[in-house]
């Protein structure tokens, strides 16, 4: 991407936010729900050990996502798009021609 858009970054936090949430409500679920039925059988109870951790760590990503957007924020309007695409254009490397130097 190009363009340096702050407020779609504040849409993309906004939003981001929800995921967690919606992975809390379906852990709280699974849990009335694991504590509830004590018939279960063993596989059962598993899987539903199993969803919840993969809630717990889907909460990580995100907030490990959230955190490193928040680090790109801070370096908009810095520069790093011009010399991201500074050295696509100047072409110095030798790469995309396939000469060597």
Request: proline share 1%; net charge positive.
């Amino acid at each position: 991407m190009r363009k340096e858009v702050r407020w779609l970054m504040w849409v993309f936090a906004f939003l981001a936010l929800a995921v967690p949430a919606y992975i809390i409500y379906k852990i709280v679920l699974t849990y009335q729900d694991l504590t509830r039925d004590d018939s279960k059988t063993k596989d059962a109870a598993l899987i539903e050990y199993a969803l919840i951790g993969a809630g717990a760590l889907g909460i990580l990503v995100t907030c490990m996502l959230l955190f490193e957007s928040m680090i790109v924020y801070r370096n908009f309007g810095k520069g790093l798009k011009e010399r991201a695409f500074q050295a696509i254009a100047a072409e110095n490397t030798g790469l995309l021609s396939g000469h060597r130097r």
